[in-house]
């Protein structure tokens, strides 16, 4: 027997599920009443004369030829123009160095810089001045030997032939003698020498980068004492592409090299900049870059009138003013689409027109074909670009017309 239990629970179930669904057809009426009362509570929209146009509205600029002389913007290193390693001509002990010879200090030309002990130099120049002065005494006793021969000689008044006539006036040791007093002379000479050269000088206006003596250390001739660089001038050498090389206007004759602005962002202040010139043309590629390679020199590095100071082997910005370019167009980077091409208007139309450029800075393209005087080049941005796309120019008052018509908006009511 089936228990009464579970045939009670059966019958329930049918009434449970009426009202479930009762229940969801409830909500689902509410609902679209809902969104009927929603749709109903709106405002009204209704157009408002609009016209409405298939051709896009674009801007445009137009273009005319000229002679502009751009910029050719490259990356350069700054390298010392003099770069020496001082050492000293004689050996011995430094006695004197003076307060300059620091790394960073500045050295005019043909300051001291050190003093090597100067005694034992004294002491051969001393030398060398007695043996001058044993040569001339011997010298001025042979010449008044060779002037008693002589009036022996016009008393005799004999002809003996010219060479033996050169024996009897001692003229052999007189010569003998003169040569040794010019070899005394020059050791004397030589002796002072080096005792000048116990005082090392800088050979140029310089800075010091590095020392590597102190005051009490031995030296020996050739030994490096520093390292110096010339602050007359620093080069920069720039970097660049091979094809624009032909652009840079090199020194010839009294004519200078292309003027060329230098700019360190990271170390300068905004706005700070150097002045240089192209000095000439490294014959050889750079064996990373395979660029060409341009010594540009800039005068007076460390900025001694309140300009900014160039750092040795920092990497700067180079601004090269290029040679003029005659009759082209300077049309800005941004306009020139892709593969060397420029959207012109042209009769409501768009033309796609291949240009020619000759050259490119950072901020313009020079095309020297492709473009004449008073076309109109599209400087929109298009989704949809081909030939002959329907276009109007903005510039044109029926467009200006067109365009307040097409921002008539659809009004609430």
Not at 130 to 136: F, K, P, W, Y
Not at 228 to 241: K, S
């Amino acid at each position: 027997m089936i228990p009464e239990e579970s045939v009670s629970n059966r019958s329930g179930r049918p009434g449970k599920t009426m009202v479930t669904a009762a229940t969801v057809l409830f909500l689902l009426a509410g609902a679209g009443l809902t969104s009927y009362w929603i749709k109903q509570s709106e405002p009204t929209a209704e157009r408002q004369a609009a016209t409405r146009r298939s051709a896009a509205l674009v801007e445009t600029l137009a273009v005319e030829p000229g002679t502009y002389r751009p910029t050719l913007n490259v990356l350069g290193t700054v390298q010392p123009a003099r770069d020496i390693v001082l050492s000293p001509r004689v050996g011995g002990q430094i006695v004197a160095v003076e307060p300059s010879f620091v790394p960073g200090g500045r050295v005019a030309a043909g300051q001291p810089l050190l003093r090597i002990e100067p005694a034992d130099f004294e002491h051969i120049l001393v030398a060398r001045q007695s043996d001058v002065r044993q040569v001339q005494a011997e010298l001025a006793i042979e010449e008044g030997r060779q002037h008693s021969a002589r009036r022996e000689f016009q008393l005799l008044g004999e002809e003996i032939g010219e060479a033996n006539e050169a024996l009897v006036l001692r003229e052999p040791q007189i010569e003998s003698l003169r040569a040794r007093l010019r070899a005394a002379e020059a050791s004397v000479e030589q002796a002072q020498l080096d005792l000048d050269r116990t005082v090392v000088r800088a050979p140029f206006a310089a800075q010091i980068l590095d020392r590597s003596v102190e005051l009490g250390s031995e030296v020996a001739a050739g030994d490096a004492l520093a390292r110096l660089v010339g602050i007359d001038a620093y080069w920069v050498f720039a970097t660049v592409p091979l094809d624009k090389i032909r652009w840079v206007e090199l020194p010839s004759g009294d004519r200078p090299g292309a003027r060329a602005t230098i700019l360190h962002r990271t170390a300068w202040r905004p706005g700070d900049q150097r002045q240089g010139r192209v000095e000439r043309l490294i014959g050889e590629v750079d064996q990373e870059t395979r660029l060409a390679r341009l010594i540009v020199t800039v005068p007076q590095p460390l900025g001694d009138d309140g300009e900014p100071a160039l750092v040795l082997g920092s990497i700067v910005q180079v601004a090269i003013e290029a040679r003029p370019i005659d009759d082209v167009v300077r049309l800005p980077r941004a306009y020139l689409r892709q593969d060397d091409t420029v959207w012109l208007i042209e009769d409501g139309t768009l033309r796609i027109q291949t240009v020619e450029v000759l050259f490119s800075d950072a901020g313009h393209a020079y095309i020297g074909k492709g473009l004449q005087t008073g076309d109109r080049v599209v400087v929109t941005n298009l989704a949809t670009v081909a030939d002959g796309l329907a276009v109007r120019d903005m510039a044109d008052p029926v467009a200006e017309t067109a365009l307040d018509s097409t921002q008539a908006q659809e009004a609430p009511q």
